[in-house]
């Protein structure tokens, strides 16, 4: 479906567009188109601005808009959102891509089944993540307009991702939706991202930059804590020039982790 002369619209921050060496278009070719966003999210307004090369031999044609749920800076979409972004693709024949790699944390941000904010909302391919909730292994592509997956047997064995043993990874995924792992997990590493948020909020010399509504806060630090801070506990910068910081939560984060990071945190910020 998605030819070399396509285009997929994401957001600046999308993980295709930062942390993939370069896979997306190595794999299909095609053009990544992003728009800047101070929050993760796109809307349908931005989108169309790409719109005007439609049918224009020398431009690339928009052909997927692929979202994160939730984004990469932590925030999520709401149905509606959603619901906007898959009318807006489908009314132009384009394809709506959900990259899911946190998907769960999503569902219990949202607290709502999977289905009503993939599927019901009209997401056409769905990468459903397990990994960063707490599988071994395994990530899962789901096509709900099955047209799209005619041939994509043939590009999972070119690009060396059929698994030998893939009864393995199913056998994880089985526990983690019929044993609602997933539901735990991931309510787990909310909460912990939650309390997180309510130790670091009253520090003056802290400034939180986006809402805390899945497992991840983002916060500006004083450039001299950061790298003491990160020979006690390891976390990334977001965003090196402003000194940005994004603090992950997990499904085996713990209150004493929390608290121990925020020990270390105030003695930093006090010396």
Request: with cysteine; glycine share 6%.
């Amino acid at each position: 479906a998605n030819q070399s002369h396509h285009a997929v619209i994401c957001a600046d921050t999308a993980h295709i567009n930062i942390d993939e060496c370069g896979a997306p278009e190595k794999f299909t070719g095609s053009k990544l188109l992003t728009i800047a966003s101070s929050n993760g999210k796109i809307t349908p307004g931005e989108v169309t601005k790409f719109f005007h090369g439609i049918g224009f031999e020398h431009h690339v044609q928009p052909r997927v808009i692929s979202i994160s749920q939730p984004t990469e800076m932590g925030t999520v979409y709401k149905v509606d959102e959603i619901k906007a972004l898959a009318k807006l693709a489908h009314d132009n024949n384009m394809i709506l891509h959900m990259d899911g790699a946190r998907l769960a944390n999503a569902a219990v941000s949202l607290n709502l089944p999977f289905k009503t904010f993939t599927v019901d909302a009209g997401v056409d391919v769905l990468s459903f993540g397990g990994t960063k909730n707490g599988m071994l292994f395994g990530e899962s592509v789901v096509f709900f307009n099955t047209s799209l997956a005619r041939e994509f047997r043939y590009r999972r064995k070119q690009s060396m991702q059929l698994v030998s043993k893939m009864r393995f990874i199913s056998a994880q995924f089985e526990t983690y939706l019929e044993a609602d792992v997933w539901r735990k997990n991931a309510l787990h590493a909310n909460a912990m991202a939650k309390l997180l948020y309510e130790k670091v909020r009253p520090l003056p010399e802290l400034r939180i930059t986006q809402p805390v509504e899945a497992n991840a806060v983002f916060v500006i630090v004083p450039e001299r804590i950061i790298l003491p801070l990160q020979e006690q506990y390891f976390f990334y910068m977001w965003n090196e020039d402003t000194c940005e910081a994004r603090w992950m939560t997990s499904f085996d984060t713990t209150p004493e982790d929390v608290e121990g990071f925020v020990l270390q945190l105030r003695k930093l910020l006090a010396g």
